[in-house]
T-cell receptor
Framework: QVQLQESGPGLVKPSETLSLTCTVSGGSINSDNWSWIRQPPGKGLEWIANIYYSGTINYNPSLKSRVTISIDTSKTYFSLLLNSVTVADTAVYYCARRLVGSSRMDVWGRGTTITVSS | QSALTQPASVSGSPGQSITISCTGTSSDVGAYNYVSWFQQHPGEAPKLMIYDVSNRPSGVSNRFSGSKSGDTAYLTVSGLQAEDEADYYC??????????FGGGTKLTVL
């Protein structure tokens, strides 16, 4: 079955760009929707963005000016760039799969912890 | 885009039933049958419990059920068990082709 694994730098300095990758294994990335979600320490979940394998993209309006999501279908991964990070971007970042035409977001990665600090 | 409204906490005794509400608007919960519920234990990734308002993925206990009325979705947990103690989040599609989570509800099993 499909499995997801996030990878990231762990620590990012304020004002820098955060780069995250989600590797898809056990299935094809050439279908479904692929999402990024984050959770600040002690807080709730926040939807960041999603991308359909064909390239259709949606962003959370509150982050849209700083976020870029992309997909590499040949290498079976998708990525997130978040620029001009601040301490408020400190969070666990999850990637997830959502089936097309449904709210069924049934496969999640374990999450990667990102700390923004100088 | 505002977060969906959930109660901060609910509680119940083992064997009882509880219901968690998720209130949105006519532009999200009220407009589409694309509402999911996730369970999250401390230190773990969220787990899908209900999707498309009332559908249960295979492997999820039938003690969990979902429904919707107007702009509010509901998650009911019957026959409460100790392992149900967790945070629960609702999630909905919106008219702007975006997605939004609820603020989360902490379920305590007394």
């Amino acid at each position: 079955q499909v499995q997801l694994q996030e990878s990231g730098p762990g620590l990012v300095k304020p004002s820098e760009t955060l780069s995250l990758t989600c590797t898809v294994s056990g299935g094809s990335i050439n279908s479904d929707n692929w999402s990024w979600i984050r959770q600040p320490p002690g807080k709730g979940l926040e939807w960041i963005a999603n991308i359909y394998y064909s390239g259709t993209i949606n962003y959370n309006p509150s982050l849209k000016s700083r976020v870029t999501i992309s997909i590499d279908t040949s290498k079976t991964y998708f990525s997130l760039l978040l620029n001009s990070v601040t301490v408020a971007d400190t969070a666990v970042y999850y990637c997830a799969r959502r089936l097309v035409g449904s709210s069924r977001m049934d496969v999640w990665g374990r999450g990667t912890t990102i700390t923004v600090s100088s | 885009q505002s977060a969906l409204t959930q109660p901060a906490s609910v509680s119940g005794s083992p064997g009882q039933s509880i219901t968690i509400s998720c209130t949105g608007t006519s532009s999200d919960v009220g407009a589409y049958n694309y509402v999911s519920w996730f369970q999250q234990h401390p230190g773990e990734a969220p787990k899908l419990m209900i999707y498309d308002v009332s559908n249960r993925p295979s492997g999820v206990s039938n003690r969990f059920s979902g429904s919707k009325s107007g702009d509010t979705a509901y998650l009911t947990v019957s026959g409460l068990q100790a392992e149900d103690e967790a945070d629960y989040y609702c999630y909905s599609y919106t008219a702007s082709s975006l997605w939004v989570f609820g603020g989360g509800t902490k379920l305590t099993v007394l």
